[in-house]
Each structure stands twice: as structure tokens, then as C-alpha cells.
């Protein structure tokens, strides 16, 4: 049990290692992409594009990694079981949000109307 805890110690601290070598290298990539200015935009892109997909490579061999990819496809898996609304369904919600809005905006309007006529007649300035 001892040797167990000891090799996920020793996997955790290579997998910190790992991470800051990541990171390391996207900072090193955009540090490098406008150092090298003079150069052709596509160039930069396509090298900084490069050096972050090693970089996510390196991060998603660590354990943390593995856990986002396996989170990934059960998430991929989740939304294929939702159930999606027909075309009608959508179009009867956006005109019930719509009317809903326009009615509550029709009614912000009279209460913003009726205090601002009272603020006028309280301060005497008009009304």
C-alpha cells in the first residue's frame, strides 16, 4: 500500500512537471510570436498553432488530462441523448419570448412615464 502512495506521488509530481512545461511553452510561443514580428503573419500562426498543440499533446498525457478527455466524450456521449426541439417548438418560444419582452417593455414604459410625471409635479417644475 505504501509503494502505491509513493508511485501516485512521484506520477502526481511528474504530471506537475509535465504542466509547467505546458505552459512554459505557450508562454515561450506567444513570447516568440511577437518577438519575431517582422515575419510573415502566417508563419507566426501556424508556429504558434504548433507549439500550443504540443503544449495541450504534453498536458493531456497528464492524469488531470485524461480525466478532461474522458470528461469530454461523457459530455460528447450526454449530448446526444438530449432531445431537441422541433423547428415549430422553437419558432412558438422566440415569439412567446418576444411578445413577452415587447409587453413587459410596453409596461416599463407607463411606470417610467407616471413616475417621472410625479417627480415633475412634486418638484414643481412641470406636470
Avoid: C
Avoid at 47 to 55: D, K, Q, R, T, Y
Avoid at 73 to 92: F, L, S, Y
Amino acid at each position: 500500500m505504501a509503494a502505491t502512495s509513493s508511485t501516485d506521488s512521484h506520477t502526481s509530481s511528474f504530471d506537475i512537471v509535465k504542466l509547467v512545461f505546458a505552459i512554459a511553452l505557450v508562454v515561450v510561443a506567444m513570447g516568440g510570436f511577437y518577438y519575431l514580428s517582422e515575419e510573415s503573419l502566417l508563419y507566426r500562426v501556424l508556429g504558434l498553432l504548433a507549439v500550443v498543440g504540443v503544449a495541450a499533446g504534453v498536458a493531456l498525457t497528464t492524469q488531470s488530462g485524461k480525466r478532461l478527455v474522458t470528461f469530454m466524450g461523457n459530455a460528447k456521449t450526454e449530448v446526444r441523448k438530449v432531445v431537441w426541439p422541433t423547428r415549430a417548438e422553437t419558432v412558438q418560444t422566440t415569439l412567446v419570448v418576444i411578445f413577452m419582452v415587447a409587453l413587459l417593455a410596453i409596461f416599463l414604459l407607463i411606470i417610467d412615464s407616471i413616475l417621472g410625471w410625479a417627480v415633475k409635479f412634486f418638484l414643481g417644475t412641470g406636470g
